[in-house]
């Protein structure tokens, strides 16, 4: 693989040091291994590194992208456990007198001296509580803001980029802290920041790119048609940048776009009318960039790296607001098409590019036409769905029950046309009360739901709270939450046994679903079995935080608490017996089976994963090593305790 496109290695990952990094001696002896040569210089070494993550990406991306989130995250994050996964407490220590001397400081800027007499030098017990959950709540933010970086950087959509680029940017938010959006830069991070990683800008991104690009064939960021227009002011910001983008500061140059995204965004105009422009395929990429400029779409069709690549494989119809001269030139709608399929459908609402609600309407027009728009009949409803609800919450009118099962996604999530959850369901969330809200939805009285252990009775029909022994041993409760909507505890039956192996494993393949190689080396080891038997069982699925873990716990802590509240493990063949009845599961779901677990090939410990992507329906696999750490948002199945055999 020749690393094109451009800064040679060298000159960008030379501060980094990357041809000595453990990851590349790994790569390089893997692919020695195989036969390959490697040439024992930093570009030779580097080279093979990044085409052995290209390889990655187009062979088991999932897994890679799965595997690179746990190895970052455990890097990158500030670290709150001993190595036998006790708490630091020594560590928690030092980080709750910090945040509790910031307090204190903030009040003595504010000349809250009477206040700031009571603090003390240390904080209250309770007061250290506080402090030790804010704590735990700011590692998590870490963890979810970090991962939205390595989900996009190793999704197909960033395939545009070069892997150079997307190992400065890792290695670059490394060491991001906060922004100042005076200066246009990010301060230095460091080891015990509680700080979040940076939020991800896709236009930013793709345009720090181009700066690093043009810098490397142009020597400047200027522009030399319009030299005369600039003021000294803009010189002098852009020698600046010239500066950043000559050594590659990432962080410079993304801070820098990021500010002028967000000047550009506040001068938006509210008129929905407007026009359509194509973009055939192979058109002139710089005509397209050219109606992004200084328009904060957060698009990364905004630079002209991923313009021309997108430009190459596919086409653009985009619409436009007129300005006060009636000139279509605000961009709002995108929709990119590949071979004359619908590919992506964005607007320019927020950094995740939704639909702002009053485009919904305008974009249907034009891409229900198109080969593939079926898949967005569901974002369009919901859209819909969601711009009544918002309309009807701002006039104050109260929400019918079907609103309200709606909006608390009760059914089915609510799905959007940009990255990810849409932020005005959580906006709209936060306006309700769901101690108001939550008889309606669930069919019952108020005092028919127990919020609290304490409050359960022989009419409690519904519980919403944590979860507690013997819980499921309740025979009244017809519904569960760990919290409310978000933690809703399914339960299910499943008919397992009777079959054999070779027979549940026919049965996939006839059914059309995908079995992964390791999932297969479970199948094939003898440490899986069936029972003769046919049998019913009852299962119960849930989140790690609903097991009381809101930071995420380990494998062996996870099974412990389980075993905790009522549930045991599954046997393994509930995998594939579950695989085959949930054949709606929605598309981007997976959950793991809670099972005593199999060693694959390599030597891992694993458990069934059950994943629904854009390939279809798997039966997958996946490291459940003892001391593995889950996150939050994990989902397992367990096998409900036969109440017999607990008595």
């Known amino acids: 693989m020749s690393v094109e496109g451009g800064p040679e290695p060298e000159s960008v990952m030379g501060k980094f040091e990357l041809h000595k990094r453990p990851e590349v001696d790994q790569s390089v002896t893997r692919l020695r291994s195989h036969g390959r040569k490697v040439e024992e210089t930093k570009q030779g070494r580097i080279s093979a590194h990044f085409g052995f993550i290209e390889k990655a990406l187009r062979m088991d991306r999932g897994h890679f992208v799965a595997d690179v989130k746990s190895d970052l995250t455990r890097e990158f994050t500030i670290n709150l456990q001993n190595e036998d996964g006790s708490e630091d407490t020594e560590r928690i220590d030092l980080l709750v007198q910090g945040l509790f001397d910031s307090e204190k400081d903030i009040l003595r800027r504010r000349g809250m001296g009477e206040e700031l007499e009571e603090y003390g030098d240390t904080p209250k017990p309770e007061d250290y509580e506080k402090f030790r959950q804010q704590i735990y709540d700011k590692k998590a933010e870490q963890e979810k803001t970090l991962g939205n970086w390595i989900d996009y950087l190793g999704s197909e959509e960033a395939d545009y980029y070069p892997v150079w680029f997307k190992y400065l940017a890792i290695r670059s938010l490394q060491k991001m802290g906060k922004r100042d959006r005076d200066i246009g830069d990010y301060s230095k991070r460091s080891a015990n ?6 939020d991800l800008s896709r236009e930013s991104f793709s345009r720090t790119l181009d700066a690093i690009k043009k810098m490397q064939s142009e020597k400047t960021l200027l522009d030399f048609e319009k030299i005369n227009d600039y003021s000294d002011d803009e010189l002098s910001a852009l020698a600046e940048l010239d500066r950043a983008a000559a050594k590659g500061d990432f962080a410079k140059l993304y801070a820098n776009f990021q500010n002028e995204i967000e000047r550009e965004r506040r001068e938006r105009g509210e008129s929905t009318a407007g026009q359509w422009r194509h973009f055939p395929q192979g058109s002139n990429p710089e005509a397209l960039v050219s109606t992004l400029e200084g328009k904060g779409t957060e698009w990364c069709t905004a630079g002209l790296s991923v313009a021309q690549d997108q430009l190459q494989s596919g086409e653009f119809y985009i619409y436009y607001t007129y300005d006060k001269d009636r000139k279509p030139t605000d961009p709002r709608v995108a929709i990119f098409l590949v071979n004359g399929q619908i590919s992506e459908v964005r ?3 927020g950094k995740d590019q939704d639909l702002e609600l009053d485009f919904v309407d305008i974009a249907r027009e034009k891409y229900k036409d198109f080969s593939g728009s079926e898949r967005y009949e569901k974002k369009d409803r919901d859209m819909k769905f969601l711009s009544t609800v918002e309309k009807k919450m701002n006039a104050s009118e109260s929400l019918s029950k079907g609103e309200l099962v709606f909006l608390y996604e009760i059914d089915s999530p609510i799905e959007g ?3 990810g959850a849409d932020p005005r369901v959580a906006e709209l969330r936060s306006q309700r009360d769901p101690k108001v809200d939550a008889p309606i939805v669930l069919e019952c009285q108020p005092d028919e739901i127990a919020w609290g252990q304490d409050q359960i009775g022989e009419n409690t029909r519904s519980y919403i709270g944590p979860l507690f022994p013997d819980i499921f041993k309740l025979q009244n409760l017809e519904n569960i939450y760990a919290s409310f909507p978000e933690g809703k505890i399914r339960k299910s039956d499943l008919g397992i046994g009777g079959k054999t192996k070779n027979e549940l494993v026919n049965e996939l393949k006839a059914n059309g679903i995908k079995i992964y190689e390791y999932a297969q080396d479970m199948l094939d080891s003898s440490e899986f079995t069936t029972q003769p038997s046919p049998e019913q069982i009852n299962l119960v699925r849930l989140k790690v935080r609903d097991l009381g873990f809101p930071n995420g716990a380990t494998t062996d802590r996870i099974y412990a608490k389980a075993e905790e509240l009522g549930l045991e493990l599954c046997p393994a063949e509930v995998g594939p017996h ?32 059950l994943a629904h992507n854009d390939d279809g329906l798997w039966l997958d696999s996946y490291f459940a090593y003892p001391a593995y750490e889950w996150s939050a948002d994990g989902g397992f199945v367990f096998r409900l305790r036969n109440v017999s055999q607990a008595a």
């Not at 920041?193 to 940076?198: A, C, I, K, N, V």
Request: without cysteine; charged residues 30%; positive net charge.
């Open 193 to 198: 920041t509680l700080q979040p990683f940076p």
């Open 347 to 349: 607007g320019v609402y």
């Open 417 to 419: 046309f940009g990255h």
């Open 578 to 609: 579950q695989r085959l009845k949930d054949i709606d599961q929605p598309l981007g779901e997976w959950y793991r089976i809670a099972m005593k677990q199999i060693t694959d090939r390599r030597g891992d410990p694993k458990v069934f994963d």
